[in-house]
């Protein structure tokens, strides 16, 4: 085994979460390849190539969550960066004012409560060795700074992952463990479409810039183009 670092990628069979997989693996890292089905996962790990692994990851599924961790550290022998990349629920064009529970919910499910399930089982690891990076994959539509407004029940799932970011960030102080939020831009994906102005390359440069940060860097804030951003 390897004395690379250990890297869990959620989303990772398509779009930036794929990128971010592969750009972690060109720095050095053993990356699990999370997808909600194996099959993807497997396909997406086999593109990547030698030192990505397939494991199967729903982050609506907490048992799913559970075992998958447990999986890296069978096949990896550690666990070192979260990058919670995996998310949904994008309600373009959809008025507030007619948002349902289910919205809520659903958006919630998956951007806020899928990241904490995957922190909650890795972040024991993290603590055990020291060290750590947890990257929440955000988006300025969940800021109160410049969000467009145009997607309601995602916003508001995006802005509590923000301040899910900042708790843990408090929490996790003194800890070596770096937590950080970003927005990848508008990134040419099946959420982001094909008129959007980033390629999946550009989208993924700042979570593996973030997941890859020195002991002296930052925590507990939100970054876009390797630069803050307000919340
Ligand atoms: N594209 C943009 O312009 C943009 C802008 C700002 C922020 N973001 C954020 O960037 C991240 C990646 O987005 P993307 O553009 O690459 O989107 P995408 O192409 O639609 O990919 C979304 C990924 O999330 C996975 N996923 C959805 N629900 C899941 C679940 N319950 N468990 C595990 N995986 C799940 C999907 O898996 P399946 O293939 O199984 O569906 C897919 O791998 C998201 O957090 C998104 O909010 C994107």
Redesign the pocket.
Known sequence: MSDARVAVV????????LAIAHGLTQQGLRVAVA???LD?ATAAAADIGGAAFPVQ????DAASVTSAVQRVLDVAGGLHVVVN????H?DDGADARTLTDDDLTDAFE??TI?PMRVIRAAVPHLLAQGWGRIVN???RSGTFSATWGTAPAYGVS?AALNMLTLQLAKDLDGTGVLVNAC?????R????GDD?ERSVEE?ADTPIWLATLPDAGPSGLLFGDRSVIDW
């Open positions: 959620t989303g990772a069979n398509r779009g930036i979460g997808a909600r089905h993807d990851l729903d982050v609506t990349n995996a998310g949904g994008y998956v951007n899928g994959v955000s988006s995006k927005c990848p831009g508008w990134v994906t099946r959420m982001g959007a989208g």
